[in-house]
């Protein structure tokens, strides 16, 4: 892996905790010395370079890969085909004995999928892979709605793009992600497993959480579909950046872009809001 988040980081320290030992792909060293304090083995390189993948993937027991994530993909997500291209080398020149593979929720789909189009390439390009892996697809990410913590004190309304506040997404936190990948590659299986991760939270449950938090009444308020672009341009997204995140938006609001995929096994999180926002505030 190569730690560009916190999922990376949440596997790692949960297997390191389990007793194992860890290695990983980092390509700045300046960002490996809280891991190599850890004991945990540092490759130095690209992701995008399959010979410096591979190098990592050498004698180990298990490996676990995700795609950096890009808010602002260039049309035709050129920088996920890069490095799902340097996996593919990677794989064949070392082939590890298990593999998790982080998605997302609304995969399977070819199409509306806006950002995560690029974990619909990456679920595609390795679907033939021979050894046993696991493709875990989380829910959208608690910690996209930590902006919400800042303009819940400044003035109890918090705006959601996702739409009714009061309908329910599957939503997972990173630490539960991590949690769920370390389990996975200490366990054995065979062949290709979907697992879908996450329980489902709505904008006014994420609001009540963090009423909790900042100790006042919190309301959660839909951002006119008219206003996405604007509103996505004030929170510092380049003029004519935004038509991914829009997409995406809509696909989970129109329930494009959900779990229950028949031939997946669900998994819930264990994380709540209450406990990720209380957690986070401190």
């Known amino acids: 892996m190569e730690d560009t988040g916190k999922t990376?980081?949440?596997a790692a320290r949960q297997l390191l905790k389990d007793g194992f030992d860890v290695s990983t792909l980092i390509r700045d060293p300046q960002k490996a010395s809280e891991w190599l304090q850890q004991g945990v083995r540092v490759h130095q390189g690209d992701l995008n370079n399959g010979r410096d993948v591979a190098a990592a993937l050498e004698g180990v027991?298990?490996?676990?890969?995700?795609?950096?994530?890009?808010?602002?993909?260039?049309?035709?997500?050129?920088?996920?085909?890069?490095?799902?291209?340097?996996?593919?080398?990677a794989l064949r020149i070392a082939p590890p004995p298990r593999l998790v593979l982080l998605s997302s929720?609304?995969?399977?789909?070819?199409?509306?999928?806006?950002?995560?189009?690029a974990t619909h390439l990456m679920?595609?390009?390795?679907?033939?892979?021979?050894?046993?892996?696991v493709i875990v697809r989380p829910g959208s990410f608690m910690e996209n709605y930590l902006y919400g913590l800042h303009q819940a004190e400044a003035s109890g309304i918090v705006d959601f793009f996702l739409t009714p506040a009061d309908r329910k997404v599957p939503m997972t936190a990173t630490a539960?992600?991590?949690?769920?990948?370390?389990?996975?590659?200490?366990?054995?299986?065979?062949?290709?497993?979907?697992?879908?991760l996450g329980s489902r939270f709505s904008p006014d449950d994420l609001a009540q959480a963090m009423s909790k938090v900042v100790g006042r009444t919190v309301k959660a308020r839909p951002v006119p579909r008219e206003a996405w672009t604007s509103t996505l341009e004030f929170m510092g997204l380049p003029p004519g950046s935004t038509g991914p995140i829009e997409e995406l938006n809509d696909?989970?609001?129109?329930?494009?872009?959900?779990?229950g995929v028949i031939g997946t096994e669900s998994i819930a999180g264990t994380t709540t809001p209450d406990e990720f926002f209380a957690a986070a505030r401190k």
């Open 8 to 10: 990376g980081g949440a």
């Open 61 to 89: 027991d298990g490996a676990f890969l995700m795609l950096p994530p890009t808010m602002t993909p260039a049309p035709g997500h050129p920088e996920a085909k890069t490095t799902i291209a340097s996996y593919q080398d």
């Open 105 to 117: 929720f609304g995969s399977e789909r070819s199409s509306g999928l806006g950002n995560i189009t």
């Open 123 to 133: 679920e595609q390009a390795l679907d033939d892979l021979a050894m046993p892996t």
């Open 176 to 196: 539960d992600i991590g949690g769920e990948i370390a389990r996975r590659l200490q366990e054995g299986w065979d062949g290709r497993k979907i697992v879908e």
């Open 251 to 259: 696909g989970i609001n129109s329930g494009w872009i959900d779990h």
